[in-house]
Protein backbone atom coordinates (compact mmCIF):
# COMPACT_ATOMS: atom_id res chain seq x y z
CA UNK A 1 0.00 0.00 0.00
CA UNK A 2 0.99 3.46 -0.81
CA UNK A 3 2.39 5.33 1.74
CA UNK A 4 1.97 9.64 2.85
CA UNK A 5 5.14 9.55 0.89
CA UNK A 6 3.94 8.33 -2.15
CA UNK A 7 1.13 10.21 -2.21
CA UNK A 8 3.19 13.59 -2.38
CA UNK A 9 5.01 11.84 -4.97
CA UNK A 10 1.92 10.94 -6.85
CA UNK A 11 0.84 14.41 -6.59
CA UNK A 12 4.07 16.01 -7.98
CA UNK A 13 4.42 13.51 -10.70
CA UNK A 14 1.18 14.81 -11.84
CA UNK A 15 1.83 18.32 -11.48
CA UNK A 16 -0.59 18.80 -8.33
CA UNK A 17 0.14 21.93 -6.34
CA UNK A 18 -0.05 21.20 -2.74
CA UNK A 19 0.18 21.73 0.67
CA UNK A 20 0.23 19.71 3.93
CA UNK A 21 0.58 20.64 7.41
CA UNK A 22 1.01 18.25 9.93
CA UNK A 23 -1.09 18.56 13.42
CA UNK A 24 -2.02 15.82 16.30
CA UNK A 25 -4.09 13.11 15.13
CA UNK A 26 -7.73 13.95 14.65
CA UNK A 27 -10.22 11.15 14.02
CA UNK A 28 -13.79 12.84 13.85
CA UNK A 29 -15.01 15.60 11.72
CA UNK A 30 -15.97 17.82 14.98
CA UNK A 31 -12.60 17.76 16.11
CA UNK A 32 -9.92 19.76 15.23
CA UNK A 33 -11.76 23.54 14.91
CA UNK A 34 -7.83 25.24 15.63
CA UNK A 35 -6.48 23.01 12.46
CA UNK A 36 -9.34 24.19 10.18
CA UNK A 37 -9.33 27.75 11.17
CA UNK A 38 -5.69 27.86 10.03
CA UNK A 39 -6.64 25.93 6.47
CA UNK A 40 -8.58 28.08 3.75
CA UNK A 41 -10.47 26.41 1.92
CA UNK A 42 -13.87 23.23 2.45
CA UNK A 43 -12.42 20.87 4.93
CA UNK A 44 -13.88 17.18 4.70
CA UNK A 45 -15.83 14.45 6.18
CA UNK A 46 -15.28 10.96 4.47
CA UNK A 47 -17.50 7.84 5.14
CA UNK A 48 -16.34 4.68 4.07
CA UNK A 49 -19.57 1.74 3.26
CA UNK A 50 -20.32 -0.91 1.63
CA UNK A 51 -24.12 -2.01 0.27
CA UNK A 52 -25.92 -4.73 0.61
CA UNK A 53 -24.77 -6.47 -2.84
CA UNK A 54 -21.20 -6.17 -1.51
CA UNK A 55 -20.35 -2.95 -3.67
CA UNK A 56 -17.81 -0.47 -2.23
CA UNK A 57 -18.32 3.39 -1.29
CA UNK A 58 -16.18 6.03 -0.31
CA UNK A 59 -18.46 9.46 0.13
CA UNK A 60 -16.21 12.91 0.12
CA UNK A 61 -18.63 15.86 1.76
CA UNK A 62 -17.78 18.82 3.31
CA UNK A 63 -17.61 18.97 6.50
CA UNK A 64 -20.88 20.36 7.68
CA UNK A 65 -22.92 18.24 5.21
CA UNK A 66 -25.73 16.02 6.38
CA UNK A 67 -26.12 12.55 5.30
CA UNK A 68 -29.22 10.19 5.21
CA UNK A 69 -27.43 6.81 3.90
CA UNK A 70 -31.48 5.37 3.86
CA UNK A 71 -32.66 8.11 2.14
CA UNK A 72 -29.78 8.33 -0.52
CA UNK A 73 -30.12 4.44 -1.16
CA UNK A 74 -34.02 4.71 -1.51
CA UNK A 75 -33.66 7.75 -4.20
CA UNK A 76 -30.95 7.30 -6.31
CA UNK A 77 -31.99 3.56 -6.40
CA UNK A 78 -28.85 1.87 -4.80
CA UNK A 79 -28.47 -0.65 -2.24
CA UNK A 80 -28.81 -0.22 1.21
CA UNK A 81 -25.49 1.45 2.55
CA UNK A 82 -24.01 0.74 5.98
CA UNK A 83 -20.39 1.44 6.96
CA UNK A 84 -18.07 -0.85 6.26
CA UNK A 85 -15.69 -2.75 8.91
CA UNK A 86 -12.39 -1.32 9.61
CA UNK A 87 -10.77 -5.04 8.02
CA UNK A 88 -12.66 -4.34 4.63
CA UNK A 89 -11.48 -0.34 4.95
CA UNK A 90 -7.89 -1.33 4.95
CA UNK A 91 -7.86 -4.14 2.29
CA UNK A 92 -9.67 -1.65 -0.24
CA UNK A 93 -8.28 1.73 0.58
CA UNK A 94 -4.76 0.66 3.10
CA UNK A 95 -5.91 3.60 5.42
CA UNK A 96 -7.18 2.82 8.92
CA UNK A 97 -10.62 4.28 10.04
CA UNK A 98 -10.13 7.93 10.90
CA UNK A 99 -7.72 8.57 7.95
CA UNK A 100 -10.67 7.42 5.35
CA UNK A 101 -9.69 10.37 2.29
CA UNK A 102 -10.62 10.77 -0.96
CA UNK A 103 -6.47 10.56 -1.27
CA UNK A 104 -6.64 6.92 -0.64
CA UNK A 105 -7.88 5.74 -3.70
CA UNK A 106 -4.43 5.61 -5.09
CA UNK A 107 -4.38 2.32 -3.31
CA UNK A 108 -7.37 1.30 -4.71
CA UNK A 109 -5.88 -1.00 -7.86
CA UNK A 110 -8.84 -2.60 -8.57
CA UNK A 111 -11.20 0.23 -8.55
CA UNK A 112 -13.49 -1.23 -6.35
CA UNK A 113 -14.39 1.86 -4.47
CA UNK A 114 -16.82 4.33 -6.18
CA UNK A 115 -16.65 7.77 -5.61
CA UNK A 116 -19.48 10.20 -4.38
CA UNK A 117 -18.37 13.77 -3.97
CA UNK A 118 -20.76 15.97 -2.50
CA UNK A 119 -21.58 19.31 -4.96
CA UNK A 120 -20.58 21.50 -2.19
CA UNK A 121 -17.08 19.87 -2.20
CA UNK A 122 -17.03 19.73 -5.99
CA UNK A 123 -17.13 23.23 -5.77
CA UNK A 124 -15.31 24.34 -3.04
CA UNK A 125 -11.58 25.93 -3.37
CA UNK A 126 -9.07 24.72 -2.23
CA UNK A 127 -10.25 21.22 -0.59
CA UNK A 128 -8.95 19.65 2.21
CA UNK A 129 -7.88 15.96 3.13
CA UNK A 130 -5.94 13.80 5.12
CA UNK A 131 -2.93 12.14 3.37
CA UNK A 132 -3.34 8.59 4.00
CA UNK A 133 -2.87 9.32 7.77
CA UNK A 134 -4.64 11.16 10.21
CA UNK A 135 -1.71 13.43 11.78
CA UNK A 136 -1.35 15.84 8.69
CA UNK A 137 -4.10 17.60 6.52
CA UNK A 138 -3.12 18.13 2.82
CA UNK A 139 -5.10 21.29 0.54
CA UNK A 140 -5.37 21.02 -2.89
CA UNK A 141 -6.99 23.46 -5.63
CA UNK A 142 -10.47 21.99 -7.05
CA UNK A 143 -8.17 21.62 -10.38
CA UNK A 144 -5.82 19.55 -8.95
CA UNK A 145 -8.60 17.47 -6.87
CA UNK A 146 -9.69 16.53 -10.87
CA UNK A 147 -6.68 15.94 -11.97
CA UNK A 148 -6.31 13.64 -9.21
CA UNK A 149 -8.94 11.94 -10.17
CA UNK A 150 -8.04 11.79 -13.85
CA UNK A 151 -5.04 10.38 -12.98
CA UNK A 152 -6.20 7.27 -11.41
CA UNK A 153 -9.29 6.93 -13.68
CA UNK A 154 -12.00 7.35 -11.33
CA UNK A 155 -15.41 9.59 -12.48
CA UNK A 156 -16.99 10.60 -9.08
CA UNK A 157 -21.01 10.40 -9.28
CA UNK A 158 -21.49 14.27 -7.71
CA UNK A 159 -24.57 14.69 -5.45
CA UNK A 160 -26.16 17.69 -3.85
CA UNK A 161 -26.90 16.45 -0.11
CA UNK A 162 -27.93 19.82 0.21
CA UNK A 163 -30.79 19.74 -2.53
CA UNK A 164 -30.86 16.45 -1.34
CA UNK A 165 -31.93 16.90 2.18
CA UNK A 166 -34.35 20.12 1.07
CA UNK A 167 -36.24 17.76 -1.64
CA UNK A 168 -36.43 14.55 0.93
CA UNK A 169 -38.36 16.94 3.92
CA UNK A 170 -41.89 15.02 3.71
CA UNK A 171 -44.95 16.99 2.42
CA UNK A 172 -46.57 19.18 5.39
Not at 114 to 141: E, K, Y
Amino acid sequence: MNTRADLMAFLDAHGIAHATLDHPAVFRVGEGAAIKAALPGVHTKNLFLKDAKGGLWLIAAADGTRIDLKRLSEVAGMPRLSFASSSVLEDALGVTPGSVTVFALLNDGRRRVRLILDAALAAGDPVNFHPLVNTATTSVSQAGLRRFLEALGVTPKVVDFGAFATMLRPLA
